[in-house]
Every structure is written in structure tokens, then in C-alpha cells.
């Protein structure tokens, strides 16, 4: 019998219900079945979670619903599923206790902000499974541990909240905000003659929010009154380190290239790879574009000041205070009349006053008072 293991860092939400993460299972020698392709397809490109509150409602009840059923009941009844033999680990191991729990949401939010609230016991199990193997850790308590050890273990804090975070993007997400960048934006941008123009995607995961945002400056450049992308400047942050290496490489496969990118601008800002399955990013983009680890609770000075914010889809992880010191600081970091784009679900009604809001029909920005 051939034995197969799960090795990806993240799964989406589904996965991570129907997946038992770090279990080992069986599958006949040479007769590959659905199972060991997804998992062999896996295991060199990880996959990373595509789960947002706003976009599967129910989904977190649903997982904790799963969560409590139990996954030894699901493994005895699954035949692919066999013991740990005595030198792996145990499904009691990959479960974080409620007392760690409870240490460890407290210690996620004053790192990163992220409220992981009172039940997602089964999420922190999902997430944190994949390192127990990587850092030779046996269970998830004592990862926890390790992660908050303070200066002992940056490598194990550091890979620990990557892997809270969630990273789903996709090409021009929500449409509007580039129809504003596009025909409110940039054209009163160009009327100022601002020089050089520039750009923050902050909690910018994968970097498709901000090689959008490249596209679209590039798309402009022949318009009459429009920003030069050879001065334009674009900067990508994120907390992940992950998702900033991706950003830097700059390769795309075929289902993220699927994800909200038109067959045109496809063929005009990508190029073939010998890989058939993957696309890289075009220099002419690429080169518009600069990526920095940044956390959006620490400071900004550092980044200079912007003409145009995009910080979409990760305030809605954060508590209200946090919001408001975050979306404070943007104020801050913009200059003179600029402009702050948030997530489709996200406001600042009653967290920040610096802002008067504009309406773009669809959609709306926030301009610097
Ligand atoms: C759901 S993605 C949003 C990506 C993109 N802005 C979009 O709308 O498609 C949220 C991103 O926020 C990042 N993130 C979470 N907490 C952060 C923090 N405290 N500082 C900086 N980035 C953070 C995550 O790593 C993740 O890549």
C-alpha cells in the first residue's frame, strides 16, 4: 500500500473540513486515485486558505459543526484512513486545548489584529497542523508555546501568524475600485500634475491588487490626461512573508490567472512560461511595482506618503479600535487631497473623521479632507 501524506501549508476552508490535515492515508499502489492527484498536484503548489467571512457566510458555523462531530468518528468510518503508527503524531495533538486557545486568540490579535473570537478552535487546529512536521513540534499546545515565546522563536512566530492569516485575492476584485482609479482617480491625479504618483496596496496578499492597479495606469498611459507609468510608484505590503515572495516572483498558474482577468488583459500583460501552467507577470508591470513586509499595526512613516491607498478585505479582522488607529494613520500617510479605497464590506462610519467619502456610481472612495 502506498502511504500519502498532506503537506500543504494552507487549505481553502472546504479543504480544511473535508481534509484531515497531518492524518495518513492509504491508496492502492499504481492506481492513482482522485484522492492521491489532488494531494500529489498539492504538494507543489501549496494551496493557501480562500476564505473570507463576507464570502461564505455559514461557512465558519459549518466548520464548527464538523469541528464538533469530531474527526476521530469520521476517521474510523473512512477506510482510507489508518492509525498513526506510535512515532507520528496523534489526532489528540493536532487539537489546541480551550485554555491555549484562549492565550493563543489573545496573542494572534495583539500581533497582527486579527480577532479570531471565542470558537474557531477548528480553524486554528486546520492551520496549525502543517507546521507541527516542520518545526518537529508534536502538538499544537506546545507550538503555541514555542510561537509566543517572546525573541526565542521569531521563525516559529513568524510562520505561526502567516499561517493565521487569509490570503484570497483575486485580478480587479469588486471591479469598481479600478472603474474609480480608472475615471475619478487618476485623471484628477493627472489634472494636478502630481509627479511621481503614488500607490499603496496595503495587505496586499498574492499581489494581484496591485498589479491590477499597475494594469490599469499602464492602460491609461495613451488618454489624454493621464499618470506616467515610468514614474509611477506602487508599493505592496503584507504581513505574510509567504505571500510577499509570491508577489516577487511574480508567476501566476492557470487558476489564479482564471480568477477576474479578461482574456485580453491576459495576453497584453502576461507572457508564456515553459511551464504550461503558469504565467509571469510582464517587466513592463512588474517593474512598476516594489513589495515590502510591513504590519498594518506598527507604523508607516517609514513608507513615505501616497497619493492613492488601497487597503481592502482586512479590516474586517480587526476590532473597531484598531480600525480606527489604522485608518488614522492612513490619513496620515496621504497627501493633500488623496484618495483611500476600501474592501466592498468595509467602512469608516464612526471610526475615522479625516475622510470625506466620494461617490463613484458603482462604489465609493474616501478623500483626504
Ligand atoms: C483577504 S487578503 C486581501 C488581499 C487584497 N487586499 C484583496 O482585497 O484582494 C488579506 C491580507 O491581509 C494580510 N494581513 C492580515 N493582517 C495583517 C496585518 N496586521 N498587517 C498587514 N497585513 C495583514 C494577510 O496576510 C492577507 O494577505
Not at 499544537?140 to 502567516?162: C, F, H, K, Q, Y
Not at 513592463?284 to 516594489?290: A, H, I, N, P, T
Request: proline share 5%; with cysteine; charged share 20%.
Amino acid at each position: 500500500m502506498a502511504v500519502t501524506k498532506f503537506s500543504q501549508s494552507k487549505l481553502t476552508n472546504k479543504e480544511e473540513l473535508s481534509k484531515p490535515l497531518g492524518l495518513t492515508r492509504t491508496a492502492p499502489q499504481n492506481t492513482p486515485s482522485a484522492v492521491t492527484s489532488v494531494l500529489r498536484s498539492n504538494t507543489n503548489t501549496p494551496q493557501r486558505a480562500s476564505f473570507t467571512p463576507s464570502a461564505y457566510p455559514g461557512a465558519g458555523s459549518l466548520a464548527m459543526q464538523a469541528q464538533k462531530a469530531g474527526w476521530q468518528g469520521v476517521a474510523a468510518r473512512n477506510p482510507n484512513v489508518v492509525p498513526a503508527a506510535p512515532n507520528q503524531l496523534s489526532i489528540q495533538s493536532r487539537t489546541v486545548s480551550d485554555v491555549q486557545y484562549r492565550r493563543f486568540a489573545s496573542y494572534i490579535e495583539q500581533q497582527s489584529g486579527i480577532v479570531l473570537g471565542d470558537n474557531k478552535h477548528y480553524l486554528v487546529n486546520s492551520r496549525l497542523s502543517s507546521l507541527l512536521l516542520r518545526f518537529k513540534v508534536s502538538t499544537i499546545d506546545e507550538l503555541i508555546n514555542l510561537a509566543m515565546d517572546p525573541g526565542r522563536n521569531s521563525e516559529i512566530s513568524s510562520a505561526v501568524i502567516d499561517a493565521m492569516t487569509t490570503n484570497e485575492t483575486l485580478w480587479f476584485r469588486d471591479t469598481y475600485p479600478y472603474l474609480a482609479l480608472k475615471n475619478l482617480i487618476l485623471p484628477d491625479i493627472a489634472r494636478r500634475g502630481k509627479v511621481p504618483v503614488r500607490i499603496w496596496s496595503a495587505a496586499c496578499s498574492s499581489g494581484q491588487e496591485p498589479y491590477s492597479i499597475a494594469m490599469v495606469v499602464q492602460e491609461q498611459a495613451s488618454s489624454m490626461m493621464h499618470v506616467d507609468p515610468a514614474t509611477t510608484q506602487i508599493v505592496g505590503t503584507d504581513i505574510s512573508p509567504e505571500m510577499l515572495e509570491r508577489c516577487r516572483q511574480g508567476m501566476y498558474d492557470n487558476h489564479a490567472l482564471a480568477r477576474g482577468l479578461s482574456a485580453e488583459r491576459k495576453a497584453r500583460f502576461f507572457r508564456p512560461t515553459e511551464d504550461p501552467n503558469l504565467m509571469r507577470i510582464d517587466d513592463r508591470v512588474k517593474r512598476m511595482v516594489s513589495f515590502k513586509q510591513m504590519n498594518l499595526l506598527g507604523s508607516f512613516s517609514l513608507l513615505g506618503r501616497f497619493d492613492v491607498i488601497f487597503c481592502r478585505n482586512v479590516l474586517i479582522y480587526f476590532n473597531n479600535q484598531t480600525k480606527a488607529e489604522i485608518l488614522n494613520k492612513f490619513a496620515l500617510s496621504l497627501n493633500p487631497g488623496g484618495y483611500l479605497i476600501l474592501g466592498s464590506s468595509e467602512s469608516m462610519t464612526g471610526l475615522c473623521d479625516k475622510f470625506e467619502m466620494v461617490r463613484c456610481n458603482p462604489g465609493l472612495a474616501y478623500r483626504l479632507k
